[in-house]
């Protein structure tokens, strides 16, 4: 039981040790995180890598949008642009969204359902590193030779990397291989750690939690999970081929051989659909959890959110070509995947009723938390507008690869998944770090991140709107673009600026923050029911898991949820 | 009336509105100021979708917002006492479910049709036939009934309710995947190099409408642009007949013309009538009659096409044309050379 | 209803056990990548622009069915002699199986060998080498990842470190094995019967 290297006793540590503090020296703590199997700990890795990783590709949006702020920009080359865009998106997905995901999930789980650990710690600590190496080696490209067209040898084809722009004749020189190989490997360590919080959730769960008694947040990790396994192979077959091409000159794109460029649009967005559901899932479950508790009331509906999730995570499968419609499918396919993608529409707009029906009737608690979760159920609205606005395919005839398409992307990444993220930072730093993290501060975060969000991808709608295509490193003027060009590029500082605030909370915090207790926001879920920060064995007792809410029937013996469920 | 918004946002900026000239470069073009078929197909189910959605907008973000704003805990509040426990209710839930779904229905059914429309259409007469190759940053034009074969401007005549002229364009791909996109005429279709796209315009206005590739294609992607003219069928069968026309060959720039061939030139570029046929390479014999070179990146001037020649790197850096190092002397003669070519 | 308000002491408390799930889900995942690679198979059926093609070179594999599809039937009767507690039948058995998975290698081998040197298809010749190896050679990559998985088994029991009660793990070993061959059976039905007839 107690096999940690020291026994904390519930209740009389009033200074939290930091993660790794037991070690006493700086070098011990190195590793101690190196050799680490413990999954608070590789979560907080695969969280710190995300934000690292966040900063490092946000400097390369502030560079694209330096660029693109007036017409016949000069700050950038054509091939250094290309390159920054392609990075951008590949990092932020891979080597941000994904990390974050991957760090909350594992964070959270095994205290959410009263484990120990993941099913296979091992396992975690190796896809953890993977993910990690393959980032740095990545961001190497830039660095590592001069690119044929005397731009560096970073990849440069867009985040898809549309066949044959990536075939030998077009690419030459390795910059397609460094995309190719470093998602790969990341693939890899996402495949393995999809499998093992699969397992942790299937058979790890304490005592009396049923499926039915799972917080939302373990239900849309499984569901998240599930289509990481399934989906990702997908994206290591085409590149599989890819790079076989590249390498051993095989056919699957060459288009002179009878190859078919479409044929690797379908391989990697049947991929591509499901990611977004990856991404996004994990942060409807932040959601989930945050609104019940600062509403001080149940999820409404659990049965139906559950239902609606894996509604969502089997409807994402057949919707693949809502990426394709301009690509000359055949009217039976358009019209087919849009019906999909308007269908998926239905069970994700569900979730947005049913958390607006959580905070009806509540007594609402602004805290930072939730303030984030209520501008992401603003911002996800609006992002789901947009995207349903591109389900109808004659109208994404016009929208795609237009910055409609970046806008509303964003919208769901950004003001969608990375809401969901900061809601998460600021609802359970006080448990991983033992302090709560500043409330001022994270007010500055707020709302200048927020006002820079809207003055980037608000204008991006209506560049869109005036025909101006996506990838782009310039265009001239008279084209209608330049003013919502110019307001987008303020915003991105704004954004900076408000990452800054939080960057500085998170350290600021660590050691000067408010000394948080177990449970400082009366919450309801079994991760509230040991120390903040846990010991490393989690759990000294566990409580009866009777209903889905087990510390509430522990504080409402009178009103237990087990009556009622 | 969001159009009407939409054109009076834009209003501000020059070429947007009213273009009746055949000269008038539409340089801002905006998906909601359709001229002809197909984009008019798309606009009104465009404006559908908007009007839904900005139902649906309103009324879930004014309940987001009533509900933060009614329920939100009060300084008066006992925060001793949870308000109550409201844990779903099967009714309320099957409720909102509904009008979703008939939404869905509905969207999907004018999806269904614009999609059948736009991409099975029936044209009242024959139409025109474009064929378009894409090129890494360039695009070929042919018209295969008249001879044709130029680059970067397409022309077409306009189309009356009483005269409809439809264009069917064929998309091909000599290379990579690109994009073509118009969007005051058009949706968008992909450019590719294993199948050819059809897609047809069909314009009822004057003008000159600008494009761009939408697919990221290599360096210069960005300078892709294409030109549509649209012009009264008198000019456009004016047009035809001139690039018909075998090309001018003037004593005077004789010079000129051996330096173009003796330079390799003619290893990719093509002039109807001599040696040079090279098709890596935009069709020369017709030059100056284009409004742009460098498919739109500089208009069609003399300062340009000196630059160009001396290095079209400068005025599109990572095209694929190689600087080719003339001495002076061999650039003013193929310049005048070139300039010639009407 | 009743059964949630009941006390959890008085329910038995039985999950799946993380070994199996654990294997199912990388079945689950293998089985994805391998059907992209059929989905390219099949979709480039016919579409090679020159030869060699399918019909010309490609003959049915029966060696190498009969020692994988085998090699499942031993395997099982390894793992019954494993929970009888019979450690000879199990070495025995386990021992065929690992020698059919590297049989299968060699065949493989053999098939490679006569396919580019003497019927000139290799991986770049045009779609039909192109999807055939990739397909073909991801399988065989997993027949050797799964013989050398039986060959640690084997030096591992032969040293005596497995015992009856390991009967699960080595299911689980059993069941990617049983899994490779199911690909097999895919394999050959796309490749060497339906392309080879097309």
């Known amino acids: 039981m107690a096999n940690g290297t020291t026994i904390i006793d519930p209740g009389t540590e009033l200074l939290p040790a930091r993660p790794g503090q037991e070690r006493g020296t700086p070098t011990g703590w190195i590793q101690d995180l190196v050799y680490t199997v413990d999954h608070k700990k590789l979560g907080m890795l695969y969280v710190g890598t995300g934000l690292f990783f966040f900063v490092v590709a946000g400097i390369m949006a502030l560079l694209i949008r330096a660029q693109l702020a007036f017409p016949n920009g000069r700050v950038t080359s054509p091939g250094e642009f290309n390159a920054l865009i392609t990075v951008h998106g590949t990092v932020m997905i891979f080597w941000v969204a994904m990390p974050m995901v991957f760090g909350m999930i594992n964070y959270l789980v095994p205290l959410m359902i009263g484990a120990r650990d993941m099913a296979f710690p091992r396992l975690n600590a190796f896809s953890f590193w993977l993910t990690f190496f393959s980032g740095f080696f990545l961001l190497f490209s830039f660095i590592a030779g001069p690119g044929v067209y005397g731009h560096s040898g970073a990849p440069d084809a867009g985040w898809f990397a549309i066949a044959p722009l990536t075939s030998p004749a077009f690419s030459k020189g390795p910059s397609i291989d460094y995309w190719s190989l470093s998602v790969l490997i990341t693939g890899i360590g996402s495949v393995t750690g999809g499998i093992n919080i699969m397992v942790t959730i299937i058979c790890l769960r304490t005592k009396g939690m049923t499926l039915h008694r799972m917080p939302l947040f373990v239900w849309l990790a499984l569901v998240t999970m599930f289509l990481v396994v399934v989906f990702i192979p997908p994206l290591s077959a085409a590149q599989i081929m890819l790079t076989l091409g590249r390498y051993l000159g095989a056919k699957f794109f060459d288009a002179e051989a009878g190859g078919s460029a479409i044929l690797w649009q379908h391989f990697f967005w049947i991929f591509g659909h499901p990611e977004v559901y990856i991404l996004v899932l994990p942060a409807f479950g932040v959601i989930s959890e945050v609104v019940p508790v600062f509403s001080r009331k149940p999820i409404f509906g659990y049965p139906m959110m559950v239902a609606a999730t894996i509604l969502i995570g089997f409807i994402s499968a057949g919707v693949w070509a809502h990426h394709m419609f301009t690509v000359g499918l055949n009217s039976f396919g358009v019209t087919f995947f849009a019906m999909a993608t308007l269908a998926i529409s239905v069970p994700t707009g569900i979730k947005i009723f049913n958390w607006l029906a959580t905070m009806y009737g509540g007594k609402i608690r602004l805290e930072l938390p939730m303030i984030f979760c209520i501008a992401f159920l603003f911002q996800f609205l609006i992002a789901g507008l947009t995207g349903i606005m591109l389900g109808v395919a004659p109208f994404d005839w016009q929208l795609n690869d237009s910055y409609f398409v970046i806008a509303h992307f964003h919208y769901v990444i950004v003001g969608g998944i990375l809401y969901g993220i900061f809601a998460f930072f600021y609802y359970w730093y006080p448990k991983a770090f033992g302090r709560m993290l500043d409330k001022k501060l994270g007010l500055w975060h707020f709302w200048l991140f927020t006002i820079g969000f809207h003055l980037t991808f608000d204008p991006q709608h209506f560049a869109g709107f005036l025909g101006m295509p996506r990838r782009i490193y310039t265009y001239q003027p008279g084209r209608g673009w330049e003013l919502w060009n110019l307001i987008s590029t303020v915003g991105a500082f704004f954004q900076a600026a408000g990452v800054i605030f939080f960057v500085i909370n998170l350290l600021w915090s660590a050691w000067k923050g408010k000394i948080a207790g177990d449970d400082p926001w009366d919450a309801w879920t079994l991760e509230w029911a040991t120390t903040s920060p846990p010991a490393d064995y989690n759990f000294e007792t566990l409580p009866e898991v009777r209903s889905r809410r087990p510390l509430w029937d522990l504080k409402h013996p009178e009103d237990p949820d087990w009556k009622f469920e | 009336m969001f159009h009407r918004a939409f054109l009076l946002l834009t209003a501000a900026l020059p070429g947007t509105v009213g273009a009746q000239s055949a000269d008038q470069v539409r340089s801002v073009q905006n998906i909601f100021a359709p001229v002809g078929a197909p984009a008019e197909l798309i606009h009104q189910t465009a404006v559908l979708v908007l009007l839904i959605c900005l139902g649906i907008f309103l009324v879930v973000g004014g309940l987001l917002f009533y509900a933060v704003v009614r329920y939100r805990r009060r300084s008066s509040d006992d925060d001793l006492t949870e308000p109550p426990q409201v844990y779903g209710s099967t009714a309320i839930e099957l409720a909102w479910t509904v009008p979703p779904i008939l939404i869905v229905v509905v969207l999907a059914l004018a999806t269904a049709r614009t999609v059948g429309e736009i991409q099975n259409p029936k044209f009242n007469g024959d139409p025109l036939q474009v064929r378009i190759v894409g090129h890494r940053f360039w695009w070929e034009v042919h018209y295969p009934k008249h001879n044709i074969v130029t680059a970067n401007e397409i022309h077409v005549p306009v189309s009356y309710l009483s005269a409809q002229r439809p264009v069917e364009l064929t998309l091909a791909s000599a290379d990579v995947v690109h994009g073509f996109w118009v969007p005051e005429l058009s949706g968008k279709e992909w450019v590719v190099p294993d199948r050819e796209n059809k897609w047809w315009i069909q314009p009822t206005s004057l003008g000159i409408y600008l494009g761009n590739c939408t697919v990221i294609c290599g360096l210069q992607h960005a300078n892709m642009l294409i030109r549509v003219v649209v012009e009264a069928p008198e000019d456009f069968d004016t047009w035809v007949k001139q690039q018909q026309r075998p090309p001018n060959s003037d004593a005077s720039t004789e010079e000129g013309r051996k330096a173009f061939g003796t330079n390799s030139c003619g290893s990719c570029h093509t002039i109807d009538g001599t040696t040079s046929n090279g098709i890596f390479g935009p069709n020369l014999t017709h030059f100056m009659s284009r409004q742009t070179l460098g498919s739109g990146v500089a208009p069609n001037d003399d300062a340009n096409l000196k630059s160009w020649l001396r290095d079209p790197q400068v005025l599109k850096p990572g095209c694929l044309m190689p600087d080719m190092k003339l001495d002076p002397q061999q650039l003013d003669q193929i310049m005048a050379y070139l300039k010639t070519l009407n | ?198």
């Open chain 3, 1 to 198: 209803m009743s059964s949630q308000s009941l006390s959890t002491t008085e329910m038995e408390w039985q999950l799946p056990s993380p070994r199996v799930v654990g294997m199912i889900l990388v079945i689950l995942t293998e089985t994805a990548l391998f059907t992209i690679f059929v989905v390219a198979y099949l979709f480039y059926i016919g579409k090679s622009v020159s030869g060699p093609y399918p019909h010309e070179v490609l003959h049915f594999p029966w060696l190498g069915s009969i020692l994988l599809f085998g090699s499942s039937g031993t395997i099982v009767a390894a793992e019954n002699h494993l929970k009888k507690g019979s450690m000879g039948g199990f070495h025995l058995w386990w021992f065929i199986t690992f020698a059919a998975g590297v049989g299968f290698m060699f065949w493989t081998i053999n098939e490679w060998i006569h396919l580019i040197y003497h019927e000139g298809l290799t991986i770049s010749t045009n779609l039909f080498g192109s999807t055939f190896y990739s397909l073909v050679g991801l399988h065989a990559s997993h027949v050797l990842v799964g013989a050398i998985l039986l060959g640690l088994i084997l030096i591992m029991s032969l040293t005596g470190r497995i015992q009856h009660r390991h009967h699960q793990h080595i299911e689980m070993i059993s069941w990617y094995w049983h899994f490779v061959d199911c690909v097999w059976a895919v394999v050959i039905t796309v490749v060497y019967i339906i392309s080879a007839n097309s």
